[in-house]
């Protein structure tokens, strides 16, 4: 006969219960995690899929392609100067990351070392200029660029974004994370300024450098609204005004030919965070620590 009663049973249902909640939350995490996968990359699987879809197919017959080709890339190429534009964009955003890289590094650097008088002010200053948008200066910058004689010119591009507000705050956060132990061992060993600047703080912020360097190639990459401002001779033309250009011509108004130079377009960036992805995601997680 067995001796196992109605309380004997108990545990077990509970313990069940308990594992059929943790799964269903599992589950339940699983499923918001491959929604928002679905609504970030959706967009973009789908211009790929346009982009290589035959000229005879419906844009929108379907989801994927019933004859599909990279032809239309070729047409991109074709249609309008795209190495030239690609090229010019390179020169903005190499120009753009170097700067953002340099001056960023020694910004975040001095806001993060005690010591001197106006520190606090500065930091301040910069941090409200964060809640103006760039639409509400833009007329300003503008104006300087001309009387600098820069319009027209791709300088005149890279100058306003040379250095960001925001990147130099992901650097002072970086060094400001750096153990002063570390800094107090460095003098005593008789290094100057530059030499930990150089030396003991930059080696340790390579992710937060990596952080810079992937959103300042993103935004001059990406900017649109700035360049449409500045450029007027189409030799100097950006990828994102080509790609207007490419968009409007009235000939060439195929939606198949813009989404072929969209993902042209997102090429070098992918490429770009794939490279640095450790260090970006290093980076992040140091700044979500220090906060």
């Not at 008088?117 to 007329?139: D, H, Q, W």
């Not at 319009?151 to 650097?171: H, K, Y």
């Not at 100057?192 to 912020?205: G, I, K, N, S």
Request: hydrophobic content about 50%; aromatic content about 10%; charged content about 15%.
């Amino acid at each position: 006969m067995s001796t196992r009663g109605p309380l004997g049973a108990e545990p077990s249902r509970r313990t069940r219960d308990g594992r059929g909640r943790r799964l269903l939350g599992v589950a339940g995490r699983y499923a918001t995690l491959i929604g928002v996968l679905v609504v970030m990359l959706g967009p973009i699987v789908w211009q790929f899929l346009t982009s290589i879809r035959g000229r005879t197919e419906n844009v929108y017959d379907g989801v994927l392609p019933a004859q599909p080709t990279l032809d239309n890339y070729l047409r991109v190429a074709e249609s309008f100067p795209l190495l030239q534009y690609v090229g010019n964009t390179l020169v903005v955003a190499v120009l753009a990351v170097t700067s953002n890289t340099v001056f960023a590094a020694m910004g975040g650097y001095a806001l993060s070392r005690a010591g001197w008088k106006g520190r606090k002010t500065v930091f301040t200053v910069l941090v409200a200029t964060l809640m103006f948008p760039f639409e509400s200066v833009m007329i300003s910058m503008f104006l300087t660029v001309r009387d600098m004689g820069l319009v027209d010119t791709l300088i005149g591009v890279w100058l306003p974004g040379a250095v960001s507000v925001l990147n130099i705050m992901v650097m002072r956060a970086a060094f400001l994370a750096v153990p002063r132990e570390v800094e107090e061992a460095a003098v005593l060993d008789g290094a100057d300024e530059w030499a930990r600047f150089t030396r003991v703080f930059l080696p340790t912020a390579k992710g937060a450098l990596a952080v810079v360097c992937i959103t300042s190639f993103m935004g001059a990459w990406d900017d649109f609204l700035w360049p449409l401002l500045v450029l007027t001779d189409s030799d100097h033309y950006t990828l994102q005004l080509g790609l207007k250009t490419l968009a409007g011509a009235t000939t060439v108004n195929d939606q198949r030919l813009i989404a072929a130079g969209a993902m042209a377009a997102l090429l070098p960036m992918l490429l770009l965070f794939l490279a640095l992805q450790r260090f970006f995601f290093k980076g992040v997680g140091d700044g979500a620590l220090k906060a």
